[in-house]
């Protein structure tokens, strides 16, 4: 798996409708998505958009 300096961490808290959410990178995922927990909870997997530059 390739490490991506350019992407967020693999595990950080975000505040979302005033609620701390834990966002974590499963291990075996290298792309822009991460499971969102509160606390204990899973919510949703979030899968974000990679926009290069230089190609717009």
């Known amino acids: ?9 693999d595990l950080f808290t975000h505040v979302v409708d005033e ?3 834990q966002f974590v990178r499963p291990a075996d995922m290298d792309g822009p998505v991460w499971g969102a927990y ?5 919510l949703v997997m ?7 530059d230089a190609t717009e």
């Open 1 to 9: 798996m390739a490490i991506n300096p350019a992407l967020p961490d």
């Open 19 to 21: 609620h701390e959410v």
């Open 38 to 42: 509160d606390g204990a909870r899973f």
């Open 46 to 52: 979030v899968h974000a958009e990679v926009h290069d």
